[in-house]
């Protein structure tokens, strides 16, 4: 998925849901700038953070843009199964989750507060 090169020294904690998300990010990623390196992938807010090094500044905008691109996806995007889904606020917690995993029923959300 993320070739080794990209992800040395880098904390990467992708939920299920946003794989092929990122894998997709990555791939557009490396024909705008194939140097590029990855510093860190999560979940914050309930969106998706993709956080690299240094860009070029010929290519920044690009770059960026593609990057914004995908973390506003995440937004529409199960991060359990990779469903369709929404932002929704659970306790204190924002998560974006399908109608299934955002059920207060869900075994998701049973075991995530066990």
Known sequence: MLEAH?????NVEIPPGWRDLVAECHK???QIYPEYKLSQVKE???GLRYYVGPIPKDL???FYA???EF???SYQICQVCGEPGHLQLIG??????CQVHGDETSEWRKNRWA
């Open 66 to 68: 593609t990057v914004g």
């Open 92 to 97: 204190t917690w924002y998560y974006t989750l």
């Open 28 to 30: 557009q990623l490396l």
């Open 71 to 73: 973390e506003d996806k």
């Open 44 to 46: 914050k807010f309930g």
């Open 6 to 10: 990209a992800v040395s020294h880098t």
């Open 60 to 62: 920044a905008t690009q």
